[in-house]
């Protein structure tokens, strides 16, 4: 497998992830490491401040220096500069290495099917409007969005029926659901809801 030598400018400690103020680009970079050595790549790290003898014991790294003040951080891919001056992202690093990065599903359209489920857990009837005109536009079907409107009910449910019950046990009694004052919220069988306005409620 290749192996990553990493050269980094003078840091308080070997990955720089330490400290008060913690830059969040070597927490990522750091991150994405970790991830290089899952899949097989051997990464090699030196800070000059800790590690000066790397620097100076290689030719390519003490030549790119001389070259440009801001040539760190260094990244050598089996003695070849394949960075410098900035760490680069996971999917650069995984081209440059063979690695396949897995292809992520959270697509548009799926951001706005999760929009609407949790605009049906908060019951936010506007949010629920504007995600579902904006997840039309998308394609995405009423069948999708039915489904997610399921799911985030049986989600919304779960916690009301878990402290029903534990009040059942403590009390050692069935609890029995009182009916809906006449005339307050009717069943959508009654009154269907318009897409256009607002349902009132009491």
Not at 38 to 62: C, I, K, M, W, Y
Not at 67 to 91: F, K, N, T, V
Request: hydrophobic share 45%.
């Amino acid at each position: 497998m290749p192996t990553i030598q990493v050269f980094d400018p003078p840091m308080c400690c070997s990955t720089g992830v330490c400290g008060p103020a913690v830059d969040p680009a070597l927490v990522r970079f750091a991150a994405d490491l970790e991830w290089l050595k899952q899949h097989g790549v051997r990464v090699e790290r030196f800070n000059l401040s800790q590690d000066p003898a790397a620097f100076v014991g290689n030719p390519v790294v003490t030549q790119a220096i001389r070259s440009r003040d801001d040539a760190l951080p260094l990244l050598l891919l089996d003695w070849a500069i394949i960075a410098q001056g900035s760490y680069p992202g996971r999917e650069v690093l995984a081209e440059i290495v063979g690695v396949a990065t897995p292809k992520s599903l959270y697509t548009e359209a799926v951001q706005e099917l999760v929009a609407i489920g949790a605009a049906i857990a908060s019951n936010c009837e506007p949010c629920f409007r504007f995600h579902y005109d904006k997840a039309r536009k998308l394609g995405v079907s009423k069948d999708d969005m039915a489904q997610a409107v399921a799911t985030a009910r049986m989600v919304k449910e779960a916690p009301a029926r878990a402290v029903l019950e534990l009040a059942e046990r403590y009390l050692a009694a069935k609890v029995e659901t009182p009916d809906s004052p006449k005339g307050c919220c009717p069943p959508t069988e009654a009154a269907p809801v318009s897409l256009s306005q607002p349902r009132k409620c009491c």
